[in-house]
């Protein structure tokens, strides 16, 4: 018979370029598995996190459905009923010690190998994708409260926000939403204590110590303190999203009549 386990695998390490990292590989219900780098946010983790994922998509496995990448983690979402009638039955023939492996089981075994052959991080050239941004008035009502918070001035806060590379760890909550590392710990405020229930698409907001746009109108909770022209989310596009994870995200400040021009060619 087979049997998904249940039970948390021990932490192993495996070889990426001269470092080895503690990797936990364990199950999440019966068709799903996760695979965490363990620590905090870190620009180390998420080359590693990347380079995983660019190699999982390659092999382009018919048993896999999803591959959901975050900070520290990446869940893999798959089909075990696929892969009971692919494997279940080659194993028979081709590896009978194997023949009765779960499906979790097979499905750890890929992603060690996986990891195990990732001798190198990625090296692809990661994209620099420009945000320009209107800040405060009708598009940042939250500004002047996050400059008070901050003890900065207006455009203490602008000049910060805009000086700094973000890059983007993963995209999330909404299609098209980025979260970004890299924002200055000076403008670090906290979440609204009352979340707006819609926002604006194109919203510019900071929530504690992460910055990130909306892409698409929602509930939400950050501080806006700006808006962006441009369309994060076009899904008539082949690829939907225009932020894709591992790019490098700069803002700029415009003025509301460059807003609204860029706006109008958007459209």
Known sequence: MYSVCESKETRKS?????TK???LIEPLGDQALVIDWGGGIA???HRRIHAFCTGLEKRKLPEMIEIIPAYTTVTVIYDPLKILSLYGRASLHQNPEHAFISPFEYIKMILEELLA??????DKEQSVIDI????????GPDLDSVAAHAGLSVGEVIHLHTKQDYLVHMVGFAPGFP???GMSERLEVPRRS????????GSVGIGGKQTGIYPLSTPGGWNLIGRTPRRLFRPECQTPSLIQMGDIVRFRSITAEEYAEWKEEEL
């Open 14 to 18: 495996f070889a990426a370029g001269h």
């Open 179 to 181: 979260y970004l590392g």
């Open 132 to 139: 320009p941004v209107c800040y405060g008035g009708k598009y």
């Open 43 to 45: 620009l180390e983790t």
């Open 194 to 201: 009352t979340p707006r229930v819609s926002i604006a698409p």
């Open 117 to 122: 052959s990732l001798e190198a991080l990625d």
């Open 21 to 23: 990292l503690p990797i």
